[in-house]
């Protein structure tokens, strides 16, 4: 049996499903941060496993999904400027800014390229010296290191042409701004797994302590996802919050203190405009002084017209979790993977996109 299908055992997953049945007496719900656990939820056919008392909520952990229509507008507005190549990830292509997206800029002469990484972005700068080279940095604790390590390289080569426009977010402050928000009632936060291996367990502490919530770190297969669950539904029942890490054979309590230690050298905290959310304060990362000169938004100045929100998305409802997927009248009519009106229905994170791949789910 493959590591993998030790995670994806029939026999295992049922005894945890009767366990969280046995468990569940009362209506319990619960928000998954993570855009990847939506996914994994969904195509595992978990909600179906579940008893009625369960009710899963998506949350705002699709980092395509929750950048926010004006820095999509201000990345678009750079492709505009002479010579200047922007490169990014594949999702943001097609994510429609107030008027146009990235996709529609390229069809346009624009020069948009994907990456895989924002080291493609810097080897495109080492090839392309008598041109800026743009990496558009989304994405949340998981993907900052990389762009920090991107950036340090650069530096170090004595690069003059690489630039970063960071986007970047932080987890917990989003979560913080849910719960004060006091829009949607929570009984547990199933904490995201990519994002905890590098903030650790410990960065989600505040959840019990200070909201009484509980909090079970997952991991993305189907028996990660229930045991999670499971420990979540026992903790509400018992009226006893904590943080339970059921993905430790990644998460540390701790972090990973190296991945920390490159986001601290390059980002400082600021506040960061969140899709859905607004301004969340202390939920951004935006390059520090020291590193001015690789900053996308001091090396260049453009001025995108204001932002407008697409007629009739309800995506900051989906990323709030107050309203399921399906619970928006454009899902699936005039909203579809083929011809997506909001980012949530873009993205390979996005929750609008999980539930019209994996078919109907109740509302
Ligand atoms: S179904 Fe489409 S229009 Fe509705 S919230 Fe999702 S992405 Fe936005």
């Known amino acids: 049996m493959s590591l993998t299908d030790r995670f994806r055992d029939p026999q295992a997953a049922r005894w945890v499903v009767e366990k969280i049945r046995a468990r569940s007496n009362r209506p319990v719900r619960l928000m998954e941060f993570c855009g990847g656990h939506t996914h994994a939820i969904l195509r595992f056919g978990i909600p179906s496993l579940l008893p009625e008392t369960v009710d899963l909520r998506s949350g705002p952990g699709c980092p395509v ?25 594949g999702d943001m292509i097609r994510v429609p800014g107030s008027r146009t997206s990235l996709a529609q800029a390229k069809a ?14 810097l080897q495109a700068a080492r090839e392309n010296r008598h041109r800026p080279v743009i990496f558009l940095g989304v994405g949340f604790e998981t993907t900052a290191p990389m762009v920090a390590s991107a950036v340090l390289t650069a530096d170090a080569e004595e690069l003059d042409n ?26 547990g936060i199933i904490g995201p797994g990519h994002v905890t291996t590098v903030i650790g367990s410990q960065a989600w502490r505040f959840l ?9 770190i997952a991991g993305f297969e ?11 539904v026992r903790m509400a029942e018992e009226d006893d ?16 203190p190296a991945a920390q230690r490159a986001i601290d050298q390059v980002f400082e905290v ?6 859905g959310l607004g301004m969340v304060p202390r939920s951004g990362l935006q390059i520090r002084d020291a590193y001015q000169r690789f900053d996308a938004r001091c090396a260049f100045s453009v001025a995108p017209t204001p932002a407008v929100r697409p ?9 709030r979790g107050v309203l399921t997927p399906p619970q928006c009248p454009l899902f699936g009519k005039a909203c579809t993977p083929r011809n997506p009106i909001g980012p949530c229905m873009v993205s390979a994170e996005g929750a609008c996109a999980a539930y019209h791949q994996y078919g109907a789910y109740p509302s």
């Open 241 to 256: 919050p904590a943080i339970s890490n059921t993905y430790a054979r990644s998460v540390k309590a701790g972090g990973n």
């Open 108 to 121: 346009n002469g624009a020069d948009v390229r994907v990456v895989y990484s924002p080291l493609d972005a």
């Open 162 to 187: 690489f630039f970063v426009f960071s986007t970047h977010k932080l987890t917990p402050p989003a979560t913080v701004a849910i719960l004060d928000a006091g829009e949607v009632a929570l009984d």
């Open 208 to 216: 019990a302590d200070e909201y009484a919530i509980p909090c079970a």
């Open 270 to 275: 600021t506040t960061a405009n969140w899709r």
């Open 65 to 89: 999904c929750v950048t926010s229509a004006e820095d999509l507008d201000h990345a678009i507005a750079l492709t505009e400027v002479p010579q200047v190549m922007l490169t990014t990830f």
């Open 311 to 319: 007629s009739g998305c309800r995506c900051g409802e989906v990323l």
């Open 222 to 232: 189907p028996l990660d996802l229930l045991r999670a669950i499971l420990a979540l």
